[in-house]
């Protein structure tokens, strides 16, 4: 198989398993979603020109948007991991899966802070672990779908 199609696949699983945790985090702590990604993607699509029509329907597709530019993101680093893998071993899983989390919680929140939405300079323990605990399943899941793959 070829390398970035299984960073593609190693993306997508690690992607899942993110959702798993937040998810499970919500549950558990009774915490909302954020309301960060539809924001960044109604601010992009503003920024862009692009329609996202009007009231509960713009909000309806800011929302969806952003849970698809996470997709996107995530998929896109499993991606961009077997790509610069091409011909080589995969890095071990305890090395891989961090730099794997950083590099997909950098793309998630990079767009964010610059657009003003959030200032990670500000975020209380609660916080750091909720993101970094997700992303840091996604990047050992993702490190290891990639190993399995061969």
């Given at each position: ?37 539809a ?12 329609p ?15 849970a ?49 939405l ?19 399943v ?10 399995a793959?061969?």
């Amino acid at each position: 198989m070829h390398s970035i199609t299984k960073g593609l696949l190693a993306g997508a699983v690690g992607t899942l398993a993110l959702d798993v945790v937040t998810y499970t985090d919500m549950l558990v702590r009774g915490r909302p979603s954020s309301g960060i990604p539809a924001q960044v993607a109604d601010r992009l699509a503003r920024r862009a020109s692009v329609p996202l029509g009007d009231g509960a329907a713009r909000d309806a597709r800011a929302q969806g948007a952003g849970a698809l530019m996470g997709y996107g993101t995530g998929v896109a680093a499993g991606a961009a991991y077997g790509l610069l893998l091409r011909g080589r071993p995969p890095l071990p899983n305890p090395v891989a899966g961090p730099l794997l989390g950083a590099a997909v919680m950098a793309g998630a929140n990079g767009p964010a802070t610059a657009l003003r939405l959030t200032d990670p300079t500000t975020w209380d323990t609660a916080s750091w672990l909720s993101d970094i605990v997700p992303h840091l399943v996604y990047g050992l899941t993702a490190a290891a779908v990639y190993r399995a793959l061969g």
